[in-house]
């Protein structure tokens, strides 16, 4: 099976910088997402790893470890409206099927 | 512009009762999924299609079913309606099997 854990909640200042970790044991891994959910909304794409390494896209940073089974999403400059809960969800192949599988999500609070 | 709705947006139904949830997509993506979202366990899927005429089981798929007869359209009936899918449902599409996801608006439906 696929097991995803990131943190329930975190709160962090306007401005600041605050880093969402997720860690995942899967078989067939073909990838990392990470969406963004407001609340009473549908999931919006932010970012997509499947290799090592960082990806930036402008506030937003997302990073993968393939070995370590690791991922943290990097918000930077925070602001009111990046409330939200951040989903991490891993991508898996096998038996000709693709399929995420999504964490339970990160609720993000960022405070004046 | 293209976009994914899902109808109706609120639904309150009894216990036994057949419902049908509407998904329509208008980006022509071969890929269409339905997710449940419950408090505590994330998005988890339901049921997917890879194409017209294609369906799959996902996770949750018990009590459920769905059919795929244009690109268009993906609906989710639950044949006898029980308490325990009273959930938020959504509907998704990709372009390709890996890529990123396109969620609808979601469904609230309440089984009492």
């Known amino acids: 099976g696929q097991n995803i854990d990131q943190p329930t909640e975190m709160t962090a200042t306007e401005g600041a910088i605050v880093q969402i970790n997720c860690t995942y044991q899967?078989?067939?891994?073909?990838?990392l997402f990470w969406y963004q959910q407001h609340a009473g909304e549908a999931p919006t794409f932010l970012s997509y790893?499947?290799?090592?390494g960082l990806e930036e896209k402008g506030r937003f940073s997302s990073f993968l470890s393939r070995s370590k089974g690791y991922s943290y999403l990097l918000l930077k400059e925070l602001q009111m409206k990046d409330s939200a809960s951040y989903l991490c969800?891993?991508?898996?192949?096998?038996?000709?099927?693709?399929?995420?599988?999504f964490g339970k999500g990160t609720k993000l609070s960022v405070i004046p | 512009d293209a976009e994914i709705t899902q109808s109706p947006r609120h639904k309150i139904t009894e216990t036994g009762r057949q419902v049908t949830l509407a998904c329509h997509q208008t980006?022509?993506?071969?890929?269409m999924f339905w997710y449940r979202q419950d408090l505590g366990h994330g998005l988890r899927l339901i049921h997917y299609?890879?194409?017209?005429?294609?369906?799959n089981k996902g996770e949750v798929s018990d009590g459920y079913s769905v059919s795929r007869s244009n690109t268009e359209d993906l609906p989710l009936t639950l044949e006898s309606a029980a308490s325990s899918q009273t959930s938020v449902y959504f509907c998704?599409?990709?372009?390709?099997?890996?890529?990123?996801?396109?969620f609808g608006p979601g469904t609230r439906l309440t089984v009492l």
């Open positions: 899967t078989s067939g891994f073909n990838g």
């Open positions: 969800a891993v991508a898996y192949s096998g038996a000709g099927s693709y399929q995420l599988t």
């Open positions: 790893n499947v290799l090592d």
């Open positions: 980006w022509n993506h071969n890929n």
């Open positions: 299609s890879y194409g017209v005429q294609d369906t």
């Open positions: 998704a599409s990709s372009e390709s099997v890996a890529g990123e996801q396109f």
